[in-house]
């Protein structure tokens, strides 16, 4: 937290507002009450920072220097939405917040940006929002190793809807195991998680506990719940079964599915980069961030270095980001 000294506004004389934001939002309040973000000029937006996956997109709108805040909309990929879809999502979810000529700078780190015509969709759809902005468009694997190695060598890996992995050298990635999708891979994922579990289920094969658990939980039933899954956005709707494992993490069956899972991420992913023992291995994603007490014993059956593990990488990517900038 910090304070920053403002003009008079609204009829009062200077005071002292203090800033302050947790993971969640971010605010300007005084003893007088709160003060909009946006209404006087001096508080406007010089540059904005996002980092998008497939389920949730965060936008870190960040102030004339250090002031910041955190906005959100729902997310996105140039594989599964155009430019005018993602348009759409910026128009309506997020340009209320702000005022789109102000913005200078667009750092956009999101999932799908695999070459260069990926990475048009986007850029173009962010150009047409923030028609005054320099766009930048890179994958959220160079997000993840920015944000958790900064500018030192690593292993930096996603763990959320999807997961993914590379090797980076401080400035740039070196190598990457090819992440498949959820359809063919995407092992330790949220959306891996949710089809293990959903099999269990559907086969049998989930403890009796268990199945008086999840089908209180989901009363919908079977069929409906397969019929989701033929659904666009199946993915995510796979992932929101990861729910129901973390609240039942403690199960000696749901620890095992858990471990399986992340196992077969390291194995196939982490283990495959030349030195992958002697580098740390670090995470961002809400699953790394859930799971991390098995995740952190399946690296060490495996001798592997633990890193860190980011819940959300916007925080970190700002600091990158803001250091150049500084």
């Avoid at 129901?244 to 992340?262: A, C, I, K, R, T």
Wanted: glycine share 8%.
């Amino acid at each position: 937290m910090f304070f920053l000294h403002l003009q008079k506004f609204v009829g009062f004389s200077t005071e002292w507002v203090k800033f302050a934001h947790d993971q969640a939002s971010c605010i300007f309040y005084t003893h007088f009450g709160i003060l909009h973000p946006f209404s006087e000029t001096y508080l406007y937006i010089m540059v904005i920072i996002a980092d998008c996956g497939s389920t949730k997109c965060d936008w870190l709108l960040v102030h004339g220097g250090r002031n910041q805040q955190l906005e959100n909309t729902v997310g996105f990929s140039p594989f599964f939405h155009t430019t005018e879809d993602i348009k759409n999502i910026i128009q309506e979810q997020l340009l209320d917040k702000l005022d789109p000529l102000e913005v200078e700078r667009v750092w956009f780190y999101g999932t799908g940006i695999h070459d260069e015509h990926r990475a048009e969709i986007v850029a173009a759809a962010l150009r047409a929002a923030f028609p005054q902005a320099e766009v930048d468009v890179e994958h959220d694997l160079l997000a993840a190793a920015r944000a958790t190695s900064g500018r030192s060598a690593g292993i930096a890996c996603i763990l959320g809807t999807g997961s993914n992995s590379c090797y980076y050298d401080g400035v740039k990635i070196l190598d990457n195991v090819p992440s498949l999708g959820w359809l063919l891979g995407d092992e330790g994922s949220g959306t891996h998680l949710g089809k293990k579990l959903l099999r269990s289920w559907f086969y049998r094969e989930l403890p009796t506990d268990l199945v008086r658990l999840f089908e209180a939980e989901h009363p919908e039933g079977a069929h409906a719940i397969k019929d989701r899954i033929y659904e666009k956005g199946a993915n995510a709707y796979l992932a929101t079964f990861t729910r129901f494992l973390g609240d039942n993490v403690q199960h000696p069956y749901v620890q095992h599915l858990v471990s399986e899972s992340l196992g077969e991420f390291l194995d196939r992913h982490v283990c495959k980069y030349q030195g992958y023992q002697h580098v740390p291995v670090h995470f961002v994603g809400s699953i790394a961030h859930h799971f991390q007490d098995v995740l952190f014993k399946c690296m060490e059956e495996r001798r592997l270095k633990p890193g860190v593990i980011v819940r959300k990488p916007i925080y970190p990517l700002a600091d990158y980001h803001l250091i150049s900038i500084d």
